[in-house]
């Protein structure tokens, strides 16, 4: 089993800036982080949720969605068992709550976006931008 435990979410206003965290677990699967493709994906209010970023277990790819471009970062610590998510520029539209996701190596590009491909999920962290 693999838990997810995001951290990081707060308030903060238009045009800040924001980490958020996502500390992984694989210890009653006995699977390493480095086993694991990681995503964000959020759910403003009243929204379905959507991909925000998603990066490789080797770090060597990422992706990124169309309204977060340029704006958000995703790394990851293999070191640490941590993946992270940089938010700059922050908008009022990226009010939501934050998930963090993990899926088995390697997720093929197509699926990369969608919810269903990521079996794992964390509890979510609430992100406020106020205009």
């Known amino acids: 089993q693999v838990q997810l435990v995001e951290s990081g979410g707060r308030l903060v206003q238009a045009g800040g800036s924001l980490t958020l965290s996502c500390a992984f677990s694989g210890r009653a699967s006995g699977r390493a982080f480095t086993e694991y493709d990681m ?7 009243g929204k379905e949720r959507e991909f925000v970023a998603h990066i490789s277990w ?3 790819s990422t ?3 169309d309204s977060v471009k340029g704006r958000f970062t995703i790394f990851r610590d293999n070191a640490e068992n941590i993946v992270y998510l940089q938010m700059n520029s922050l908008k009022s539209d990226d009010t939501a709550v934050y998930y963090c996701a993990a899926a088995e190596a390697a997720i093929l590009i197509p699926s990369i976006p969608k919810s269903i491909a990521y079996p794992y999920w964390g509890q979510g962290t609430q992100v406020n931008v106020s205009s």
């Open 39 to 45: 995503a964000w994906f959020r759910q403003p209010p």
């Open 58 to 60: 080797s770090s060597i």
């Open 63 to 65: 992706y990124s969605g």
